[in-house]
């Protein structure tokens, strides 16, 4: 089922090759679209199992938008990740 | 001096966005250029041209480019007879409109600043090429919008006693003074005498007819935004505008392109155009896009110049300006201060600036939106009652008919929820 307007939920898996848990602080989400000038949403994923991670945005309009991802791993190292996403009416 | 130096901020932030557009981060809403120009830019022009004038054209810094290249240059030719009609300034303002949707522009910083660098460049040929403000007057795409726009404002630049106009024999209102001098004043170079000057079309506020009037009898005025649409006197530089089939279309594809680019970002322009694709089993959105832009800017403008009587076709500006204004400050007004997240990073400043603070709710600014719309329907209206009853007319049926349903069809447009799809 397409995403739509409103709260999405977000899982997110994070695996290494020897399947060690990265990091145990949540992932910063934030949901930008792909006009400029539009507010983005936030939210946090926190660990709901190993290497798996859950939280919602509530997106406010239909269209195409990009997740970004800040990952805060145990050593203190940042890692971005981003994905396109289409919302839908 | 106040003109140079307005004209050189703006030229220097210009350039710093064209920079920002290349080397950036290449996603929109992260990116100065992008933000700046699609969100603040047309914002701020409409607003100042709704409480102000055409102010933005007095500070282009095209004009500075200009002038600072005519020193070295001279321009050999004046511009060709046969092109000085508005033509290819309805071609140019129709090309950015679908390149604007076509390739994503306004989701791209570095195609963002590549028109930029192309209007610029283009702006220094001509005018290299030709005397006086000819890319000004017959080609600027955002010059046209903001002529038509400024018909609407409540400053202009007119004669203060035409007795005095009367006894003058050397025209440097139009002709200039001191041309070979540093201090030389150019005079209108978009050829409006202003004694016979009739509202703002075609002006763009140069202040040059002010500072060589040598009687000090031209100057800024306040007059009520939309009355010159009233006046059907014989224009300096322009004519009538009922006798110009150039400037009706013009005014016709102004207000059917403030539709349309509107309509670009609502759920039925994306369904239709998926719907075509699918039908025709196409891969891209140029045709379903194209049959839009030829049905809004080039059958309803023909249909509608048909059965709209000549001297009313510019009663549909203030229309047309209204739904451009509902459009553009919706996003300047909700997107207000997006920018400021992205200084802080350039800055290295820390901590998350609150979303709630970002802009103006939606909720405020859908009611701003209707507000304008409104205002644009009452005055065209009425701009059309006045005209009619001036020469004992009773309003025209077909007139009412196109303001009534093009009111109607914006409204359902901005009711719309938006939808906002490319990635560039």
């Not at chain 2, 049905?295 to 047309?320: D, M």
Request: hydrophobic residues 50%.
């Amino acid at each position: 089922m397409p995403p739509k307007v409103g709260a999405i939920q977000i899982n997110i898996q994070i695996t290494n090759p020897n399947s060690k848990l990265l990091s145990e602080s949540p992932i910063e989400m934030e949901g930008n679209m792909s006009h400029p000038g539009m507010v983005p949403v936030r939210g946090n994923a926190p660990l709901i199992s190993e290497s798996r991670y859950q939280g919602n945005l509530v997106t406010t309009m239909a269209g195409d938008w990009i997740i970004f991802l800040k990952i805060k791993l145990k050593n203190g190292e940042i890692i971005e990740k981003n994905f396109p996403l289409r919302i839908h009416e | 001096m106040i003109r140079v130096i307005g004209q050189s901020i703006f030229l220097l932030l210009a350039l710093l966005l064209i920079i920002e557009g290349i080397l950036g981060p290449q996603f929109a809403p992260k990116n100065l250029a992008t933000l700046f120009i699609w969100i603040h830019y047309r914002g701020l022009l409409v607003l100042v041209l709704l409480f102000l004038g055409n102010y933005f054209c007095t500070f282009c810094p095209m004009v500075l480019l200009r002038n600072m290249a005519r020193y070295f240059v001279v321009p050999p030719f004046s511009w060709p007879r046969f092109l000085q009609k508005k033509w290819l300034g309805i071609l140019l303002f129709s090309i950015i409109l679908f390149s604007y949707e076509y390739f994503d522009i306004w989701a791209s910083p570095l195609k963002t600043a590549l028109l930029t660098i192309a209007i610029f460049l283009f702006s220094l040929g001509t005018d290299l090429l030709f005397k006086k403000a000819s890319f000004c007057k017959y080609l600027c795409p955002i010059g046209q919008f903001n002529f038509l726009s400024s018909t609407l404002s409540p400053q202009v630049i007119k004669v203060k006693d035409h007795s005095v106009c009367a006894t003058c024999t050397t025209y440097e209102c139009l002709l200039g003074n001191n041309q070979k001098k540093l201090s030389g004043k150019l005079g209108c170079e978009l050829d409006l005498f202003l004694p016979q000057k009739v509202g703002n079309m075609d002006c763009t506020f140069c202040m040059e007819c002010i500072q060589a009037c040598p009687s000090n009898n031209v100057a800024i005025n306040l007059r009520l935004p939309g009355i010159e649409l009233q006046d059907e006197r014989h224009r300096a530089g322009i004519g009538k505008f009922s006798k110009r089939h150039d400037l009706q279309y013009l005014i016709l594809i102004f207000t059917f392109g403030a539709l349309l680019n509107a309509l670009g970002m609502v759920g039925p322009a994306y369904a239709f155009q998926e719907f075509i694709m699918t039908q025709f089993k196409l891969e891209n959105d140029f045709f379903p896009l194209l049959i839009l832009f030829i049905f809004f800017l080039g059958c309803l403008p023909i249909i509608a110049k048909k059965t709209i009587p000549s001297r009313l076709i510019s009663t549909f500006l203030p229309l047309g300006f209204g739904i451009w204004l509902a459009h553009y400050s919706f996003h300047f007004l909700t997107g207000l201060f997006t920018f400021v997240p992205i200084l802080q990073e350039m800055m290295g400043i820390p901590g998350q600036f609150p979303l709630q603070w970002m802009g103006v709710p939606e909720s405020i600014v859908f009611s701003i939106e209707m507000g304008f719309l409104f205002l644009g329907f009452i005055i065209s209206l009425g701009t059309h009652y006045q005209l009619r009853y001036k020469s004992n007319e009773t309003m025209s049926k077909s007139t009412i008919f196109w303001q009534v349903a093009l009111s109607i069809f914006a409204l359902w447009i901005l009711s719309l929820p938006m939808e906002m799809r490319g990635m560039a």
